[in-house]
């Protein structure tokens, strides 16, 4: 009876040594299916032309004056200083690089550049 009860308690101690399963990474197709299937398509982005699923914005390129009007962020490109109210676009996927003030409320924040 002891012989068994100190075989069991060695296998017991002896199975937290055993490796476990690592988890694999997905490959480049499984990310591509899973960008495709939420609209998007892989792209190189930013300075770097990292591949990176774009999603499109259903109202890309439509007139703001704030996010609220817009699923991305309302933007303003071109002369980034402007006096007053403006009018912006909506961005037209959810990666936005490049040179752009957001608007807000009518009127332009400061400007970014992105890379």
């Known amino acids: 009876m002891r012989t068994l009860a100190l075989t069991a308690l060695a296998a ?3 199975s937290g040594c055993a490796p476990t399963a690592q988890p694999t990474a997905p490959t480049a197709e499984t990310l591509a299916s899973a960008c495709s299937a939420k609209g998007g398509t892989i792209q190189p982005v930013g300075k770097a032309q990292i591949p990176t699923c774009v999603t499109p914005y259903a109202d890309a390129g439509k007139a703001c004056t704030d996010k609220s009007q817009c699923q991305g962020a309302c933007i303003l490109e071109g002369n980034l200083e402007p006096q007053g109210a403006v009018t ?9 690089f490049g040179c752009y003030a957001k608007v807000e409320n009518g009127k332009a924040t400061a400007a970014i550049c992105v890379d």
Do not use: I, P
């Not at 912006?88 to 936005?96: A, I, S």
């Open 88 to 96: 912006g676009q909506c961005q037209k996927t959810d990666r936005q």
């Open 12 to 14: 017991l101690l002896l």
